[in-house]
């Protein structure tokens, strides 16, 4: 079946440094592909998408590339902020009402 | 504004007692969803509805029910049934079924037993 896998956390950071959270899935299809962030104590707000292969999905300075050579949609952002503290979850999906499926998430701390 | 609006946002529960959990959307979507997240794990799906007068089991349906009498809501009633209750619960919708439709969440209810 469908599998997401993301990177454990918790990731702590220093303000302006790099950030990467790995994440993998397993598909039969071609899944499109999500990053949905969730800010402490809210639901999930949908950060960035892509939907085929090579695609990169951009947002708020988050950036993923769909690689389906590696089946991997890792998320980066080049200078993080305290703000950017959250769970970010990875997700796919290949059509249909009961597609959806989420990561584990990954917990984000950002230091001033 | 279209969205998806959860209530309320704390719920406390005493033992043996059933409680509900609304959703209501104006979206104009036709699947609506509920998630179960726990400390430290990801979503778990609880029951999805894909319209009106009809809802699926997801993958941790024991202890909970649902209805969906409008298009618009889709309540959530965690039973005396369900063990384990204290949890974060999450409402979703999706517009349809194609491969790149996101799905648009509440702010979700804290269920705490006391």
């Known amino acids: 079946g469908n599998s997401v896998t993301q990177m454990e956390g918790p990731v702590t950071l220093s303000e302006e440094a790099f950030l990467t959270i790995n994440c993998t899935y397993t598909?039969?299809?071609?899944?499109?592909l999500f990053w949905y962030v969730q800010y402490p104590g809210e639901g999930l707000q949908l950060l960035l998408k892509?939907?085929?292969?090579?695609d990169k999905g951009s947002n708020k300075g988050f950036e993923a590339t769909y690689r389906k050579e590696t089946t991997s949609f890792h998320l980066e952002k080049g200078s993080v902020q305290v703000s950017d503290s959250a769970v970010y979850f990875c997700a796919l999906s290949d059509g249909g009402y009961n597609k959806l499926i989420f990561g584990a998430g990954t917990r984000l701390a950002v230091h001033p | 504004d279209g969205g998806i609006t959860q209530s309320p946002k704390y719920l406390f529960r005493k033992e043996g007692q059933n409680v509900t959990l609304s959703c209501e959307q104006n979206?104009?979507?036709?699947?609506m969803y509920w998630y179960r997240q726990d400390p430290g794990q990801g979503l778990r799906l609880i029951y999805y509805s894909q319209i009106v007068n009809d809802f699926q089991k997801g993958d941790i349906a024991e202890g909970y029910s649902v209805s969906r009498e409008k298009k618009e809501s889709f309540p959530l009633t965690v039973t005396s049934a369900q063990k384990n209750p204290t949890a974060f619960y999450l409402c979703?919708?999706?517009?349809?079924?194609?491969?790149?439709?996101?799905?648009?969440f509440g702010q979700g209810t804290r269920l705490t037993v006391v």
């Open positions: 598909a039969t299809g071609y899944p499109s």
């Open positions: 979206l104009n979507h036709d699947a």
């Open positions: 892509a939907t085929k292969a090579d």
């Open positions: 979703a919708s999706l517009s349809g079924v194609d491969v790149n439709t996101e799905a648009f």
